[in-house]
């Protein structure tokens, strides 16, 4: 499975951005799809994550604001009222494991496929 992430930038506090992922290759195998984030000495940390059920699954820094959706082959992130500490590198990931609970996919080790990242950067 291969993603690629667009909708990354720049953009004040309070501002909203967009970021969508679309997978391509053996979709069929995809379970659970999220995003999580990263910023430097930092290990990457749960954003939200989706399973095949729809089920989602959101860090409590982020529930209220963010909202994870997937249509067909594209998973998305609607990120609401920005705030500086949101700055990161965000990673769309897929995995084919299957978990009967999305608290299994709060792991980043539970996905297999990742992509190239893109950077979100919230500042005045």
């Known amino acids: 499975v291969e993603l690629v992430e667009t909708g990354g930038g720049l953009v004040q506090p309070g501002g909203s951005l967009r970021l969508s992922c679309e997978a391509s290759?053996?979709?069929?195998?995809?379970?659970?799809m999220g995003w999580y984030r990263q910023t430097p000495g930092q290990e990457r940390e749960l954003v939200a994550v989706m399973d095949s059920g729809g089920a989602t699954n959101y860090a409590d820094s982020v529930k209220g604001r963010f909202t994870i959706s997937r249509t067909g082959d594209t998973v998305s992130l609607q990120m609401n009222s920005l705030k500086p500490e949101d700055t990161a590198i965000y990673y769309c990931a897929a995995s084919t494991l299957y978990y009967p609970s999305t608290n299994y996919y709060r792991s980043s080790q539970k996905f297999e496929s990742w992509g190239q990242g893109t950077q979100v950067t919230v500042s005045s």
């Open positions: 290759g053996s979709l069929f195998s995809i379970n659970g």
